[in-house]
């Protein structure tokens, strides 16, 4: 069709309207290389005018230094003209009239006219392409992380510094290779089909999912790797970009810490199992603890009611003796019975100090609010005859809160103190003040005396039950006063301790926490 179009030159000028509106530069020689035909983009790209460049051999448009194989190659190709590439696997470049070059890609087109074979060269100035390419090339090459670009066959076209050194190869030795041969043989065999199916789906994406992943060093030692794979689309083809990165560092990291993890999981098993069992055991010592705790108050309950009845059959009728047969019998008799009627007032009291003692728990009451200067007022007329006996003077403050309790355990709280507090008073008649502070949300009570002290050495033991500090000739009494105040106070949510030095008074103090309960 070409042909029978261009059989005379005004066909020439028929092609020159056809080419003139093409987006490339355009230029047809004649058998001899001169320029007969050039179109508008030819004359942008040249930067000539049509004219100048007329009837002009090709070879003005090409750089000097590839100017002199220019005829030889050109005359190759008119021995057999056939449409194809220019310069395969060369680097190809134009000159422009202001003598700058550039680089270009050239398509070649032989026509046949009557007057001749002439050849129509497309070119395309790939100036920017170029500056893609070795932009594309420096970036790969300046990644901190090994980088390599395969075709679809596997063969590997680009390598940068980082690979080299991970896979302990020159790159010379890898351009052309099969990627296979970074990849441990016994993980080979399946490549090829990965390869595959990844061009004929090709995404952004690591490789490998769920699987481990290895490299094979040049030495024959092998390495965990990690992969993602990029695929570039060039006008040659697709390709597909790997950035390898070695993570043995990361795993060594990784096992360490699950070693890590597993020790103190098993230590934390252990010692789970050790503080159950102690766990355990602590509870059926408490278990125990607390059954013989109860089977105790029942028991000192029981034992103090029970022993309370035949002691009062005992005290009737040793006082009937001692009201009948005093003087009668002999004085050694008179003696034995009086010193029998003491001991066994003596038992009654410590059997009713015992039975007040097992009662704080057994026979308590609902709390109530009741203003604490009531229950004052009941211990001072409880001890009105010691008071009276020993001119006691027992003051308080002005002002005495409104306390949540039992009010007959507080009563007898305060009792226990400030008999204690008349009882162990020095030469002088006893003097004793109630006083309350508030402290958060707490009232701190204090009994003050001014009697004979207590060593800080016994300030704590004399809370615990028959505690005494003194025989009963120096001072009566059953050493279970304390520990009963001690058990009320624990009961209400206090606590209760003393602070004293011999021949200083005492003042023992115990809190109540201020809370809200019936009637308040
Ligand atoms: P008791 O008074 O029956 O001996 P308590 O339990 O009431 O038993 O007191 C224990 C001991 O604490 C007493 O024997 C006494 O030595 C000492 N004690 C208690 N209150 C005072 C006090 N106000 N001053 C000095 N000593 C005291």
Redesign the pocket.
């Known amino acids: 069709m070409l042909k029978s179009m261009l059989n005379s030159a005004s066909t020439i000028a028929r092609l020159t309207a056809i080419i003139e509106s093409a987006p490339m530069a355009i230029i047809m020689i004649d058998d001899q290389g001169h320029v007969v035909l050039a179109n508008k983009e030819a004359e942008i790209l040249f930067g000539y005018h049509r004219e100048e460049l007329l009837g002009q051999p090709v070879e003005v448009l090409v750089p000097q230094e590839f100017r002199r194989n220019h005829p030889e190659l050109r005359s190759t190709f008119f021995a057999h003209p056939t449409p194809r590439r220019m310069g395969a696997g060369r680097e190809l470049f134009g000159l422009r009239k202001d003598g700058s070059t550039f680089p270009v890609e050239i398509g070649l087109n032989p026509i046949e006219t009557e007057e001749g074979i002439f050849v129509v060269s497309a070119v395309v100035d790939i100036t920017e392409r170029k500056r893609l390419e070795n932009l594309f090339r420096s970036t790969v090459e300046s990644a901190p992380i090994a980088m390599v670009m395969i075709d679809s066959e596997g063969t590997i076209v680009v390598v940068n510094a980082e690979t080299e050194k991970l896979f302990g190869y020159t790159r010379q030795a890898l351009l052309g290779c099969r990627i296979e041969m970074l990849i441990p043989e016994r993980l080979r065999h399946h490549h090829p089909e990965l390869r595959t199916r990844f061009f004929g789906a090709p995404e952004a994406r690591r490789m490998g999912a769920g699987r481990d992943l290895f490299g094979l060093r040049q030495d024959g030692s092998e390495f965990p790797i990690e992969i993602g794979l990029n695929p570039i689309e060039m006008e040659e083809g697709l390709y597909v970009l790997s950035a390898i990165v070695d993570i043995t560092e990361r795993k060594r990291l990784e096992n360490a810490l699950r070693q890590t993890n597993e020790l103190l999981e098993q230590r934390v098993q252990q010692r789970t199992r050790q503080l159950s069992a102690q766990a355990e055991t602590l509870q059926r010592a408490n278990e125990a603890l607390e059954r013989s705790n109860l089977e105790l108050q029942q028991f000192a309950y029981i034992a103090s009611h029970d022993l309370q009845s035949p002691l009062r059959s005992i005290s009737g009728f040793v006082q009937l003796l001692q009201a009948e047969y005093t003087g009668k019998l002999d004085i050694q008799a008179d003696d034995w019975i009086k010193r029998t009627v003491q001991s066994i007032q003596q038992m009654q009291i410590l059997i009713r100090d015992l039975l007040a003692y097992s009662r704080v728990d057994s026979e308590s009451r609902p709390f109530k609010a009741v203003p604490f200067r009531k229950i004052f007022d009941d211990t001072i007329s409880l001890l009105d005859a010691a008071i009276v006996e020993t001119h006691a003077q027992i003051s308080c403050d002005a002002e005495l809160p409104l306390v949540v309790g039992d009010r007959s355990q507080l009563v007898q709280l305060l009792h226990?103190l400030v008999n204690?507090?008349i009882?162990?008073h020095g030469d002088q008649p006893p003097r004793v003040h109630v006083s309350a502070t508030r402290s958060e949300n707490t009232w701190i009570f204090c009994v003050q005396?001014h009697?004979?002290?207590?060593d800080p050495r016994y300030h704590e033991r004399?809370f615990e039950i028959f505690?005494?500090?003194?025989n009963q000739k120096e001072?009566p009494?059953?050493?279970?006063?304390?520990?009963v105040c001690r058990r009320v106070v624990h009961r209400h949510g206090g606590k209760i301790w003393v602070e004293?030095q011999p021949g200083l008074g005492?003042r023992?103090y115990f809190t109540i926490p201020e809370r809200t309960g019936e009637g308040v």
């Open positions: 226990n204690n507090a009882k162990y005396d009697g004979i002290g207590i004399i505690r005494r500090l003194h001072y009494g059953t050493g279970i006063g304390l520990a004293s005492s023992f």
